[in-house]
C-alpha cells in the first residue's frame, strides 16, 4: 500500500544565532497517513513546524508539499500550535470560523459548518458559550476543531493534548483517531508521551537532543482500528521499548 508522497523536505536545517537547531532533515510524508514525533525539549520539533506552515524560513533546503515550494508561504496546513489558546472573548462558534475572521468575512456557510461540526462533535450545546465555561478536554476539541475547518489536507498538530489528565487524553485520543479515520486528512502529530505516539501512528519519528535529527524512522506494525488492549501487545511493548532507548540511551 503507497500512497502518494503529500509533504517532501531536503535537507532542511535551521540555526538560531550560534546554536544550530534543526541538522539538515528529511522526511516523506504520505498522503493519509498518521506520523508521530518524538524528541526531547528543545531539539527543534516546533521550529520544524514552524518552517512547513511557512512561519520560519530554514537557512538551506527544500519544502515541498504536493511537488510545489511552499518556504516562506502561508495558509497551506492546518496547524494547531503547542499553546493554542482560545480566544477567550469569542464563543466557541466565534473560536471555531477564526481562521475566516482573520483572512476574509465570516459567511454564514462558515457559521453553519461551525455549528454542524461543533454538533457532529459533542459541543452543540456549548456553541454560544465562551472558553472558560467549557473543560480542559472541551477546549482542545475546540481548538482542533478551528484547524479541521481549514479544510487543508495536511495537520500539524503540535502537543495538542499536553495539558490533559490521562483520562481526557485517552478520550482524545480515541477522539483524533474517529476523526482522522473520517476526514482522511494527513496528520503531524508532536508528543513527549510514548504510548500516545504508538497508539495513534502509522509512523514513528524519533529526534535527537539539539541539534535535532531523526534517528529512526519506525513503522508502526499495530493494526487499526486499535483498542485499549494494544496498550499491552507485546508489538506494543517492544516498540516502546525500543523509542525509549533512542531517546534516553542504551541505544539497541
Ligand atoms: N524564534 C526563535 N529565536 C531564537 N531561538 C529559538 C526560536 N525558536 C526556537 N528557538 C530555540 O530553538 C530550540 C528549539 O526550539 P523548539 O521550540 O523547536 O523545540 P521543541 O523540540 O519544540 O521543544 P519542546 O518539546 O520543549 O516544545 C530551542 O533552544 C529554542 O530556544
Ligand atoms: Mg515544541
Same mark, same amino acid.
Given at each position: 500500500m503507497t500512497s502518494p508522497v503529500l509533504l517532501e523536505l531536503s535537507a532542511v536545517a535551521k540555526t538560531f544565532g550560534d546554536q544550530v537547531v534543526l541538522a539538515p532533515t528529511d522526511l516523506r510524508i504520505e498522503e493519509?497517513?498518521?506520523?508521530?514525533?518524538?524528541?526531547?525539549?528543545?531539539?527543534?520539533?516546533s521550529t520544524l513546524f514552524n518552517i512547513i506552515a511557512g512561519l520560519l524560513?530554514?537557512?538551506?533546503?527544500?519544502?515541498?508539499?504536493?511537488?510545489?515550494?511552499?518556504?516562506?508561504?502561508?495558509?497551506? &496546513?492546518?496547524?494547531?500550535l503547542q499553546k493554542? +489558546?482560545?480566544? #477567550?472573548?469569542r464563543s466557541v462558534e466565534d473560536n471555531i470560523t477564526m481562521a475566516a475572521h482573520l483572512t476574509r468575512k465570516v459567511t454564514d456557510a462558515d457559521r453553519l459548518e461551525a455549528r454542524q461540526i461543533a454538533q457532529k462533535y459533542g459541543l452543540g450545546e456549548f456553541l454560544d458559550h465562551y472558553p472558560k465555561a467549557l473543560s480542559g478536554g472541551m477546549r482542545q476539541r475546540v481548538?482542533?476543531?478551528?484547524?479541521? &475547518?481549514?479544510?487543508?489536507?495536511?495537520?500539524? +498538530?503540535?502537543? #495538542?493534548?499536553?495539558?490533559?489528565?490521562?483520562q481526557t487524553r485517552l478520550d482524545m485520543q480515541r477522539w483524533l483517531l474517529d476523526v482522522w479515520r473520517e476526514s482522511g486528512r494527513t496528520v503531524l502529530f508532536i508528543t513527549h508521551d510514548v504510548d500516545e505516539s504508538i497508539f495513534l501512528s502509522d509512523r514513528i519519528l524519533v529526534m535527537s537532543p539539539r541539534p535535532g535529527r531523526v534517528v529512526a524512522d519506525l513503522e508502526n506494525p499495530l493494526s487499526r482500528p486499535r483498542d485499549l488492549d494494544v496498550l499491552t501487545d507485546p508489538t506494543f511493548v517492544a516498540l516502546k521499548s525500543r523509542i525509549m532507548h533512542l531517546l534516553h540511551g542504551g541505544e539497541r
Open positions: 493519509g497517513s498518521f506520523v508521530a514525533i518524538v524528541g526531547p525539549s528543545g531539539c527543534g520539533k524560513e530554514p537557512d538551506t533546503g527544500a519544502v515541498l508539499l504536493q511537488g510545489r515550494n511552499v518556504i516562506g508561504a502561508t495558509g497551506h &496546513v492546518g496547524y494547531m493554542d +489558546l482560545l480566544v #477567550p472573548w481548538a482542533f476543531m478551528r484547524t479541521l &475547518v481549514t479544510h487543508q489536507q495536511l495537520l500539524l +498538530l503540535d502537543e #495538542p493534548f499536553g495539558a490533559l489528565d490521562a
